[in-house]
T-cell receptor, first 112, second 112 residues
Framework: EAAVTQSPRSKVAVTGGKVTLSCHQTNNHDYMYWYRQDTGHGLRLIHYSYVADSTEKGDIPDGYKASRPSQENFSLILELASLSQTAVYFC???????????FGPGTRLTVL | GEQVEQRPPHLSVREGDSAFIICTYTDSATAYFYWYKQEPGAGLQLLMSVFSNVDRKEEQGLTVLLNKKDKRLSLNLTAAHPGDSAVYFCADSGGSNYKLTFGKGTLLTVTP
């Protein structure tokens, strides 16, 4: 059974609309992460969290919010989606910070 | 912050040949190093993790070398087969206690 799941797996959104990407993990990990992947850029960290009800900014947080309502769930929120946010988004979890991370299958977001 | 350079961006080898990917990093305090594999449409799958006190690690046709003096990490796939075709990422923990820094990836194509 997959330990990190994401929903939806793909989404088409309109510019200016609100988008919520969800992530659920059954690893019992404290740390969760949201990355975006763009061709030529590898993975870039958007937000992360090390405890429920708390989130931290990563390297590219502008235009994104995050929510960690429980240890198992971590959401990424785009309040006003823009064309530049078209990308593949990955969620990951780890036992401790800097430790090996386990990834979900990704969400392909297209903003039109 | 930590920077990871990965090369080559693209690599094509014949079945049975070796494939060699190299990463250089900047933070000498880096404790953990990782290699991930990403197949088309999928998330990142952890291939191997290496702690900084290890110079060489071999597992199932994969050899990872760590040269701390030159701050260089490499992955060698011996006897590659078409199923190895994927994007490979190196990552390290840098001096951070919360995140990994990823290289931009290497697209490996193994032709029969």
């Amino acid at each position: 059974e997959a330990a990190v799941t994401q929903s939806p797996r793909s989404k088409v959104a309109v510019t200016g609309g609100k988008v919520t990407l969800s992530c659920h993990q059954t690893n019992n990990h404290d740390y969760m992460y949201w990355y975006r992947q763009d061709t030529g850029h590898g993975l870039r960290l958007i937000h992360y969290s090390y405890v429920a009800d708390s989130t931290e900014k990563g390297d590219i947080p502008d235009g994104y919010k995050a929510s960690r309502p429980s240890q198992e769930n971590f959401s990424l929120i785009l309040e006003l989606a823009s064309l530049s946010q078209t990308a593949v988004y990955f969620c990951a979890s780890s036992d401790t910070g800097g430790a090996e991370q386990f990834f979900g299958p990704g969400t392909r977001l297209t903003v039109l | 912050g930590e920077q990871v350079e990965q090369r080559p961006p693209h690599l094509s080898v014949r079945e049975g040949d070796s494939a060699f990917i190299i990463c250089t990093y900047t933070d000498s305090a880096t404790a953990y190093f990782y290699w991930y594999k990403q197949e088309p449409g999928a998330g990142l799958q952890l291939l191997m993790s290496v702690f900084s006190n290890v110079d060489r690690k071999e597992e199932q046709g994969l050899t990872v070398l760590l040269n701390k003096k030159d701050k260089r990490l490499s992955l060698n796939l011996t006897a590659a087969h078409p199923g190895d075709s994927a994007v490979y990422f190196c990552a390290d923990s840098g001096g951070s206690n919360y995140k990994l820094t990823f290289g931009k990836g290497t697209l490996l194509t193994v032709t029969p």
